[in-house]
């Protein structure tokens, strides 16, 4: 191709798109990623092993110890813990949208999406959307395993409540890794990042364990710590408790980490060489 050709097809894949256009683009690109996960079906193992592994782990390991200082034993902290891990769904398939996004740069995909003429944010919405169905695949495994190992499902509105407010957080965090796909080198690279971000999110927070006994410092992180509050609220909505503080402090973190990211990791996409 010459130089003009090649200025005309990227002027022609940046020219304005009608909204009609970009959901046009983002269903075919639905199509496109979920035709991927079935010809690879090995892709969709972290959503099955995960809430499988991390609810039995947690409540055959930790779950007589733990339940005890809920002032009951395994079947009080079953109760306690599923809403929590819950609430962690989200964040670990934001991680893989990442490391997958990483890849498709890798392998040249994104470079042939970005010489066509459709919206940028389609193909970044694309990725969210399908990302969010495997959440909630994972999240109908959670429940599944939490039933079979005691938990108790008595608030039907409650619980597709929280798996709401889950997808809502899930896909701001899926921007961040949005952006770490684009800026990082390697999916290696995005998965390290993501683990340095994640670990302290997920054990220094409410999820796994009561904040009471914790030292001061880290009870004062856990307050400021989204997890905590996604997955208090998420555990008021399914067996009871106050819901009203920490939704707002979790829908004000989605809001914020939407604001700021979504625009941030479609502009990386825009002007990546």
Do not use: C
Not at 56 to 75: E, K, N, P, R, T
Not at 161 to 178: E, Q, R, Y
Not at 236 to 254: C, I, Q
């Amino acid at each position: 191709m010459s130089a003009a050709t090649l200025a005309a097809a990227a002027s022609k894949a940046d020219a304005p798109i009608p909204l009609r256009a970009h959901l046009r683009h983002t269903g075919a690109l639905i199509r496109r990623n979920l035709l991927w996960i079935r010809q690879d079906p090995e892709s969709m193992f972290d959503a099955i092993l995960f809430p499988v592994i991390f609810t039995l782990l947690f409540v055959y390991v930790f779950g007589g110890s733990i339940g005890q200082s809920l002032g009951g034993g395994q079947d009080q902290y079953v109760q306690y813990v599923v809403p929590g891990l819950m609430a962690m769904m989200g964040m670990n398939m934001a991680q893989g949208v990442g490391t997958g996004f990483n890849t498709d740069f890798n392998s040249g995909v994104m470079d042939r999406f970005r010489s066509l003429p459709i919206g940028r944010g389609s193909v970044l919405f694309a990725k969210i959307a399908v990302e969010l169905m495997r959440m909630l695949f994972a999240t109908v495994v959670l429940m599944i395993v939490g039933v079979l190992v005691g938990f108790d499902i008595t608030n039907w509105p409650g619980l597709l409540a929280s798996v709401g407010l889950s997808a809502v957080f899930g896909s701001a965090l899926m921007w961040v890794f949005l952006t770490l796909g684009v800026v990082m080198k390697s999916a290696q690279s995005v998965q390290a990042m993501g683990f340095l971000v994640l670990m302290p999110l997920q054990f220094g927070s409410s999820i796994f364990a009561p904040t009471a006994s914790m030292p001061g410092w880290l009870q004062n992180f856990t307050d400021y710590n989204p997890l905590s509050a996604l997955a208090d609220t998420a555990r008021g909505l399914m067996v009871g408790g106050p819901v009203a503080h920490g939704l707002w402090v979790t829908l004000a973190w989605s809001a914020a980490l939407t604001a700021v990211m979504a625009p941030v990791a479609i502009h990386k996409f825009r002007t990546k060489s």
